[in-house]
């Protein structure tokens, strides 16, 4: 059985074809009972290229769209084109959950 972690890593890896991609379930930081519903996906792609924001994280999320409708609640995504990336190296670290029951 596949993991919704392993869904997504392989969806985002057919999608984007990544030069790298960090996917970290953060569920258990958040309220409630659920499993496999919060992700912090870190992905470094060429097609980023001088897009905006928006537009990274459309073609990172549309591909995610069944995931959504089977119980994920929310990405964090960290979206970065290989030139940034070399800049960085990292990416930010999730907040802390405030609750809400998400």
Known sequence: ????????????????????LEI???S????GDRVESHFRVVVVSEQFDGL????????????????????LHALALHTY???EWEQR?????????QGGGH
């Open 89 to 97: 190296l990292d990416a930010p670290v999730s907040p802390d959950c």
């Open 1 to 20: 059985m596949t993991t919704r972690a392993q869904w997504i890593e392989q969806t985002l890896r057919d999608a984007l074809e990544p030069r790298y």
């Open 28 to 31: 258990t930081q958040h309220a």
């Open 52 to 71: 905006p924001l928006i537009r990274r994280h459309r073609l990172a999320q549309d591909p995610l769209k069944p995931a959504f409708e089977q119980g």
């Open 24 to 26: 970290t379930d953060e």
């Open 81 to 83: 084109s290989p030139a």
